[in-house]
Protein backbone atom coordinates (compact mmCIF):
# COMPACT_ATOMS: atom_id res chain seq x y z
CA UNK A 1 0.00 0.00 0.00
CA UNK A 2 1.31 3.62 -0.83
CA UNK A 3 1.95 5.92 1.17
CA UNK A 4 1.25 9.44 2.11
CA UNK A 5 3.05 11.10 -1.35
CA UNK A 6 3.48 15.09 -0.90
CA UNK A 7 4.14 17.03 -4.50
CA UNK A 8 7.16 18.90 -4.67
CA UNK A 9 9.41 18.00 -2.07
CA UNK A 10 11.08 21.22 -2.06
CA UNK A 11 10.19 24.77 -3.46
CA UNK A 12 11.73 27.87 -3.71
CA UNK A 13 9.61 31.09 -4.41
CA UNK A 14 9.75 34.38 -4.08
CA UNK A 15 7.68 37.10 -1.35
CA UNK A 16 4.59 38.10 -3.04
CA UNK A 17 4.37 34.91 -5.16
CA UNK A 18 2.12 32.01 -4.70
CA UNK A 19 2.58 28.48 -3.96
CA UNK A 20 0.52 25.52 -4.74
CA UNK A 21 1.27 22.03 -2.58
CA UNK A 22 0.14 18.95 -3.24
CA UNK A 23 -1.15 15.44 -1.10
CA UNK A 24 -1.76 12.04 -2.18
CA UNK A 25 -3.59 10.12 0.82
CA UNK A 26 -3.35 6.46 1.42
CA UNK A 27 -5.70 4.75 -1.01
CA UNK A 28 -9.33 4.46 0.77
CA UNK A 29 -8.47 7.47 3.39
CA UNK A 30 -10.48 10.25 3.11
CA UNK A 31 -9.50 12.18 5.94
CA UNK A 32 -6.95 14.96 5.22
CA UNK A 33 -4.86 17.62 7.14
CA UNK A 34 -1.88 19.82 6.79
CA UNK A 35 0.40 21.14 9.28
CA UNK A 36 3.10 23.74 9.10
CA UNK A 37 6.36 22.56 10.92
CA UNK A 38 8.85 25.97 11.64
CA UNK A 39 11.76 25.98 14.42
CA UNK A 40 10.25 29.00 16.05
CA UNK A 41 6.67 27.39 16.71
CA UNK A 42 6.83 24.04 16.27
CA UNK A 43 4.03 22.04 14.50
CA UNK A 44 0.89 23.48 13.54
CA UNK A 45 -2.02 22.75 12.79
CA UNK A 46 -3.84 24.38 9.13
CA UNK A 47 -6.86 22.63 8.08
CA UNK A 48 -8.38 19.44 7.99
CA UNK A 49 -10.76 17.98 5.24
CA UNK A 50 -12.99 14.83 5.24
CA UNK A 51 -15.20 13.97 1.63
CA UNK A 52 -14.12 17.44 0.13
CA UNK A 53 -15.19 19.27 3.03
CA UNK A 54 -13.19 21.80 5.66
CA UNK A 55 -13.71 20.52 8.92
CA UNK A 56 -11.08 22.41 11.11
CA UNK A 57 -9.30 25.63 10.47
CA UNK A 58 -6.64 26.61 12.68
CA UNK A 59 -5.27 30.02 13.33
CA UNK A 60 -3.80 31.04 10.04
CA UNK A 61 -4.77 34.11 8.02
CA UNK A 62 -6.65 34.15 4.88
CA UNK A 63 -3.82 33.88 2.64
CA UNK A 64 -3.71 30.19 3.45
CA UNK A 65 -6.27 27.94 2.08
CA UNK A 66 -6.87 24.54 0.83
CA UNK A 67 -9.29 21.99 -0.89
CA UNK A 68 -10.19 18.26 -1.51
CA UNK A 69 -10.60 16.54 -4.42
CA UNK A 70 -13.41 13.54 -4.92
CA UNK A 71 -10.51 11.46 -5.01
CA UNK A 72 -9.35 12.44 -1.63
CA UNK A 73 -6.39 14.22 -3.26
CA UNK A 74 -5.82 17.65 -1.66
CA UNK A 75 -4.02 20.84 -2.34
CA UNK A 76 -3.11 23.96 -0.36
CA UNK A 77 -2.32 26.89 -1.53
CA UNK A 78 -0.41 29.86 0.46
CA UNK A 79 -0.99 33.73 -1.90
CA UNK A 80 1.36 36.73 -1.70
CA UNK A 81 4.14 34.43 0.68
CA UNK A 82 5.94 36.43 2.89
CA UNK A 83 9.45 35.56 4.40
CA UNK A 84 7.96 33.70 7.58
CA UNK A 85 5.89 31.19 5.22
CA UNK A 86 9.13 29.50 5.39
CA UNK A 87 8.37 26.10 6.85
CA UNK A 88 8.09 22.19 6.26
CA UNK A 89 4.81 21.34 5.47
CA UNK A 90 3.23 18.28 6.16
CA UNK A 91 -0.03 16.09 5.25
CA UNK A 92 -1.68 13.46 7.15
CA UNK A 93 -4.27 11.27 5.93
CA UNK A 94 -6.45 9.22 8.34
CA UNK A 95 -8.75 5.97 7.62
CA UNK A 96 -12.68 5.94 8.65
CA UNK A 97 -13.97 8.99 10.13
CA UNK A 98 -10.13 10.62 10.49
CA UNK A 99 -10.64 10.92 14.26
CA UNK A 100 -8.46 9.59 17.09
CA UNK A 101 -7.20 7.40 14.56
CA UNK A 102 -3.56 6.75 13.49
CA UNK A 103 -2.42 9.70 11.01
CA UNK A 104 -0.13 8.82 8.25
CA UNK A 105 2.34 11.46 7.69
CA UNK A 106 4.27 12.46 4.10
CA UNK A 107 7.74 13.31 3.89
CA UNK A 108 6.64 16.90 3.28
CA UNK A 109 7.44 19.90 1.08
CA UNK A 110 10.26 21.90 2.38
CA UNK A 111 9.29 25.67 1.04
CA UNK A 112 11.76 28.48 0.88
CA UNK A 113 10.66 32.16 0.39
CA UNK A 114 13.03 34.37 -0.40
CA UNK B 1 -7.23 25.88 26.41
CA UNK B 2 -6.42 22.84 24.70
CA UNK B 3 -2.09 22.39 24.92
CA UNK B 4 0.61 19.86 24.93
CA UNK B 5 3.75 20.46 26.67
CA UNK B 6 7.19 18.63 26.25
CA UNK B 7 9.36 20.52 28.70
CA UNK B 8 12.39 18.99 28.25
CA UNK B 9 13.63 20.73 24.71
CA UNK B 10 16.09 18.58 23.81
CA UNK B 11 18.09 15.11 25.77
CA UNK B 12 21.56 13.86 25.21
CA UNK B 13 22.54 9.78 26.50
CA UNK B 14 24.77 7.86 26.25
CA UNK B 15 23.85 4.22 23.86
CA UNK B 16 22.61 1.53 26.77
CA UNK B 17 21.13 4.02 29.36
CA UNK B 18 17.27 4.52 29.98
CA UNK B 19 15.59 7.89 28.43
CA UNK B 20 12.21 9.01 29.53
CA UNK B 21 10.48 11.86 27.72
CA UNK B 22 7.84 13.99 29.36
CA UNK B 23 4.81 14.88 27.83
CA UNK B 24 2.03 17.01 29.79
CA UNK B 25 -1.88 17.71 28.42
CA UNK B 26 -4.11 20.15 29.02
CA UNK B 27 -8.01 19.15 28.08
CA UNK B 28 -11.55 19.72 29.38
CA UNK B 29 -13.14 16.67 27.06
CA UNK B 30 -13.80 13.49 28.22
CA UNK B 31 -12.89 11.86 25.10
CA UNK B 32 -9.88 12.47 23.91
CA UNK B 33 -6.54 10.26 22.16
CA UNK B 34 -2.57 10.84 22.87
CA UNK B 35 -0.12 9.93 20.13
CA UNK B 36 3.78 9.70 20.09
CA UNK B 37 5.35 10.38 16.77
CA UNK B 38 9.09 10.18 16.02
CA UNK B 39 10.23 12.31 13.53
CA UNK B 40 13.97 11.32 11.96
CA UNK B 41 16.33 13.44 9.70
CA UNK B 42 14.02 12.98 6.86
CA UNK B 43 11.17 14.63 7.99
CA UNK B 44 8.55 12.29 8.24
CA UNK B 45 6.52 11.61 11.39
CA UNK B 46 6.37 8.61 12.38
CA UNK B 47 3.82 7.00 14.08
CA UNK B 48 4.93 5.14 17.71
CA UNK B 49 1.64 4.66 19.10
CA UNK B 50 -2.00 6.30 20.03
CA UNK B 51 -4.02 5.50 23.63
CA UNK B 52 -7.61 7.02 24.58
CA UNK B 53 -8.86 8.92 27.18
CA UNK B 54 -10.85 5.62 28.46
CA UNK B 55 -7.25 3.28 28.30
CA UNK B 56 -4.93 3.95 31.36
CA UNK B 57 -3.24 0.79 30.66
CA UNK B 58 0.33 1.15 30.09
CA UNK B 59 2.11 -0.57 27.22
CA UNK B 60 5.61 -1.70 26.53
CA UNK B 61 6.69 -2.55 22.99
CA UNK B 62 10.35 -3.59 22.79
CA UNK B 63 12.21 -1.21 24.37
CA UNK B 64 9.49 1.33 24.29
CA UNK B 65 7.05 1.67 26.85
CA UNK B 66 4.49 4.39 27.69
CA UNK B 67 3.26 5.48 31.10
CA UNK B 68 -0.51 7.10 30.76
CA UNK B 69 -1.93 8.79 33.98
CA UNK B 70 -4.80 10.91 33.67
CA UNK B 71 -4.62 11.86 37.38
CA UNK B 72 -1.12 13.77 36.28
CA UNK B 73 -2.23 14.24 32.58
CA UNK B 74 0.57 12.74 31.85
CA UNK B 75 1.87 10.51 28.92
CA UNK B 76 5.03 9.61 29.69
CA UNK B 77 7.43 7.99 26.87
CA UNK B 78 10.60 5.68 27.72
CA UNK B 79 13.21 3.67 25.79
CA UNK B 80 15.13 1.33 27.46
CA UNK B 81 18.59 0.72 26.81
CA UNK B 82 18.68 3.70 23.92
CA UNK B 83 20.65 2.68 20.72
CA UNK B 84 21.91 5.09 17.74
CA UNK B 85 19.33 4.90 15.90
CA UNK B 86 17.02 6.42 18.48
CA UNK B 87 18.17 9.72 17.56
CA UNK B 88 15.59 11.76 16.50
CA UNK B 89 12.67 14.24 17.04
CA UNK B 90 10.02 12.36 19.52
CA UNK B 91 6.39 14.43 19.29
CA UNK B 92 3.88 14.17 21.77
CA UNK B 93 0.22 14.82 20.36
CA UNK B 94 -3.43 15.42 21.54
CA UNK B 95 -6.35 14.34 19.11
CA UNK B 96 -9.37 16.11 20.95
CA UNK B 97 -12.39 13.99 20.60
CA UNK B 98 -14.02 15.55 18.13
CA UNK B 99 -11.95 16.47 15.63
CA UNK B 100 -9.28 15.07 13.59
CA UNK B 101 -7.38 17.68 14.28
CA UNK B 102 -3.18 16.66 16.12
CA UNK B 103 -1.94 19.24 18.39
CA UNK B 104 1.59 18.60 19.10
CA UNK B 105 4.27 19.57 21.95
CA UNK B 106 6.99 21.48 20.86
CA UNK B 107 9.07 17.85 20.63
CA UNK B 108 12.24 16.61 22.17
CA UNK B 109 15.40 16.35 20.65
CA UNK B 110 17.41 12.66 21.59
CA UNK B 111 20.61 12.47 21.19
CA UNK B 112 21.80 8.98 21.80
CA UNK B 113 25.46 9.04 21.76
CA UNK B 114 27.54 5.46 21.22
Known amino acids: KAGVTQTPRYLIKTRGQQVTLSCSPISGHRSVSWYQQTPGQGLQFLFEYFSETQRNKGNFPGRFSGRQFSNSRSEMNVSTLELGDSALYLC?????????????FGQGTRLTVV | AQKVTQAQTEISVVEKEDVTLDCVYE???????LFWYKQPPSGELVFLIR??????QNEISGRYSWNFQKSTSSFNFTITASQVVDSAVYFCALNPGNTGKLIFGQGTTLQVKP
Open chain 1, 92 to 104: ASRDGQGMGTEAF
Open chain 2, 27 to 33: TRDTTYY
Open chain 2, 51 to 56: RNSFDE
